[in-house]
């Protein structure tokens, strides 16, 4: 998704000018030897498209939590010495590289959200289309599943993660409602909370069900995705070299808000520290610059229809140093929820 304005994302010099869905150009570039990180393998789309890019002696991290994506991963390393794996989310991105003896990289991508195989086998819990198991883990050895959650949850905080998360109006009803249902049965399937969800909603935009929102917030909360992102984004500004580019694919506002907030943070500190009692001398100099966004085209939403919600936010490291906090506080700006509701858009 998106696969091609991302990659030339992190290695066209002339990316974010006129054109930014260019195709390849026979310009010799730097990076093509650096070092790089695909911080959501996934099955690995995006990866072995970069590794074709780039040089013999470049190389490649990636990260992924999903025990079948990390099974993908290491049979590419098998095939392709220039790739490091890590399982693993990328909030430890900063840690793993340290590890492996990298102090600095030259491009970071990260395709957020869930991957077609995981939303497509209905073993894994994430679709409200498919009878499965409640589970809505990323990686599967660790953690609680939906299920146990869900049976034990009190209904204000259950109403409190659909409306963070799925920024969904009729929070209260359907937390009532699977807190009084586990009452008389648990909720064992994605069907039997997709229906239950169905019959609180009565109301939708057209062509979404009724619990897009509700499984969108669970499997955020369950998994914990706004915070490692705000991690991840802290981790890739303290360690993006001088040039080096952040390409990051969202697919929901909370997302794409953060991501957006955090580059306008980096990029314009002045503005997003104004009501800080800073003078002005003491300002932190901007460490990354926009490079834009990019949306799928047509051709692309046609081939996939799950593309039409995706976002691709670039931006590049300057030279400027690192202020002493490593600019923990662009990262603080970030809102993990939700927009304030505007007066008399009332919470149910």
């Known amino acids: 998704m998106l696969l091609e304005p991302t990659v030339n994302a992190l290695i066209e010099p002339g990316f974010g000018s006129k054109s930014k869905r260019s195709h390849a150009t026979q310009e010799p570039s730097s990076r093509l030897s650096g070092v790089y990180v695909d911080g959501t393998f996934g099955r690995g789309g995006h990866s072995r498209y970069l590794l074709s890019r780039l040089a013999p002696d470049a190389r490649l991290v990636v990260f992924d939590k999903d ?85 034990e949850v009190s209904v204000e905080e259950l109403k409190e993660v659909i409306v963070k998360y799925g920024e969904e109006r009729f929070a209260f009803p359907i937390a009532k ?75 929901h506002s909370l997302e794409d808000r953060m991501v957006k907030q955090c580059i306008a943070a980096a990029a314009r500190p002045a ?22 966004r990019v949306l799928p085209d047509a051709q692309e939403i046609a081939g996939n229809v799950r593309a039409r919600s995706a976002v691709l936010r670039v931006a590049e490291r300057t030279d400027a140093p690192l202020p002493p906090d490593e600019g923990a506080s662009f990262v603080n700006a970030i809102r993990l929820g939700p927009k304030p509701m505007r007066a008399g858009r009332g919470r149910k």
């Open 271 to 292: 503005e997003a520290q104004a009501r800080m009692p800073i003078f002005e001398k003491d300002m932190p100099a901007p460490i990354l610059h926009s490079l834009g």
């Open 67 to 151: 025990p079948e994506a990390i099974a993908t991963a290491r049979a590419l390393q098998a095939e392709d010495a220039r790739v490091s794996v890590v399982h693993g989310g990328f909030a430890s991105m900063r840690e793993q590289l340290i590890q492996l003896g990298l102090q600095s990289v030259d491009g970071v991508m990260l395709d957020l959200g869930m991957s077609s195989p995981q939303i497509d086998d209905a073993s894994r819990g994430f679709s409200f289309m498919r009878e499965g198991p409640l589970d809505m883990r990323m990686d599967t050895s660790r953690g609680l599943t939906a299920a146990q959650w869900l049976a």
């Open 177 to 251: 409602a699977v807190v009084d249902r586990r009452e008389s049965s648990p909720l064992c399937t994605t069907l039997d909370l997709a229906e239950l969800i169905a019959s609180v909603v009565r109301t939708r935009e057209k062509g979404q069900h009724p619990a897009t929102r509700t499984f969108q917030a669970l499997r955020i909360y369950i998994n914990q995705e706004l915070e490692e992102l705000a991690h991840a984004l802290a981790a890739v500004l303290s360690i993006l070299a001088p040039k080096g580019r952040l390409a990051v694919i969202s697919f």
